[in-house]
């Protein structure tokens, strides 16, 4: 079964800024939880291209490390980037950045279609932990986009 997560954020920050920040692979590790150990092990260039490959090794478990290789699959300067991912945890992972500039900053928005492997199993893990956790990822994300950038106000 394909699941979804969708949030939006909004930036007060040019375009510029915030795409020269969310094209860099070395700024995942900032933005991921530090109880999940992450590690970024191969990612080439800093400015992403289509097909760069990212390693990385990632905590998911306590104790248990997991290798998970993405590909950038599609960009689209100021705009728009994908990554897929090739060996990991997921069955499937395609995660889709958008990136909107607005009069008063820059509207990003986040869209993870992604499944479990191990049928039932895989689905039961995903009810009970994987789906509160992912929300407790991008949560964490969130709030760190906010201390970088500063908070969106609607004044």
Known sequence: MIHRLHQQQLIPASIEDVWAYFSNPENLNELTPPDMS????HSGQKEMYPGQLIEYRVQFIRGIKSRWLTEIAHVRQHAYFVDEQRIGPYQFWYHEHFFTELQTG???????????????????VH???????????????????EQIFGSYSPD
């Open 38 to 41: 992450f590690e970024i092990t």
């Open 106 to 124: 820059v509207k990003m928005e986040d869209r993870v279609s992604y499944a479990l492997p191990f049928g039932i199993m895989g689905e039961a």
């Open 127 to 145: 009810w009970v932990w994987v789906k509160h956790r992912l929300k407790q990822i991008f949560n964490f994300r969130h709030q760190k986009i």
